[in-house]
């Protein structure tokens, strides 16, 4: 899987959109970006995932750039409870054949939001 | 829908003993993968089981084993404890295992005395 790289730490007023960049320059065709977070003594949590095309979901908004090499993951009204770690992971989705079966999670972006 | 539940939440052992952590996937998950994560070395990939069968391993000793019962329901021992072996050991299941996202649940915090 290619590799990622986030900023260590990121602030964000409550209320306001908390956007957190991915640089993953090194990916390839069929790798998906995926987005999970980590509060405080909790497992991971999926928040989105994409190829290509921009994608929404109730959690997040997920912009990956047209050649693919970034990435931004957009909390538009982030919370007190959205304080976490958010990991950006690049994994490659198997066509008949191969096996992805792990995520190989890097250190990932301390968000904190601030009241 | 029920979530991946984890036991026991939290586990305090000493060097030298064995420890079984237990797993429940989602319903009709049938890939169950296990992670350990520690403050220096983050999360790191201990194996995976695919119906009942350990499909792929990580990098880990032989002290660290699994298996995966007919309901999809998975295990996790720890034999010979060492100081280092302290971690959050956390559970993710999926439908395959493949292309769709894994979901973890909250782990077993394991304390080595």
């Known amino acids: 899987d290619a590799k990622t790289t986030q900023p260590p730490s990121m602030d964000c007023a409550e209320g306001r959109a908390a956007n957190l960049p991915c640089n993953h320059s090194?990916?390839?065709?069929?790798?998906?970006v995926y987005w999970y977070r980590q509060i405080h003594s909790q497992g991971p949590q999926y928040i989105i995932h994409?190829?290509?095309n921009n994608e929404t979901n109730e959690m997040a908004s997920l912009i990956i750039t047209e050649d693919r090499k970034s990435s931004t993951l957009i909390l538009p009204h982030a919370t007190l409870r959205d304080t976490a770690v958010y990991y950006c992971?690049?994994?490659?989705?198997?066509?008949?054949?191969?096996?992805?079966?792990?995520?190989?999670f890097g250190k990932g972006t301390l968000l904190t939001v601030n009241p | 829908k029920a979530g991946v539940t984890q036991t026991p939440r939290y586990l305090i052992k000493t060097r030298g003993q064995q420890v079984t952590l237990s797993c429940s996937p989602i319903?009709?998950?049938?890939?169950v993968s296990w992670y350990q994560q520690t403050p220096g070395q983050g999360l790191q990939f201990l194996f995976e089981?695919?119906?009942?069968?350990?499909?792929n391993k990580g990098n880990f000793p032989g002290r660290f084993s699994g298996r995966q019962f007919s309901n999809s329901r998975s295990e996790m021992n720890v034999s010979t404890l060492e100081l280092g072996d302290s971690a959050l050991y956390l559970c993710?299941?999926?439908?395959?295992?493949?292309?769709?996202?894994?979901?973890f649940g909250d782990g077993t915090r394991l304390s080595i005395l």
């Open positions: 993710a299941s999926s439908w395959d295992g493949h292309n769709q996202p894994q979901h």
């Open positions: 090194t990916i390839s065709g069929n790798e998906y």
């Open positions: 994409g190829l290509k």
């Open positions: 992971i690049v994994r490659f989705h198997t066509i008949g054949g191969g096996s992805n079966y792990k995520l190989t």
């Open positions: 319903s009709g998950h049938r890939s």
């Open positions: 089981y695919f119906s009942e069968t350990q499909r």
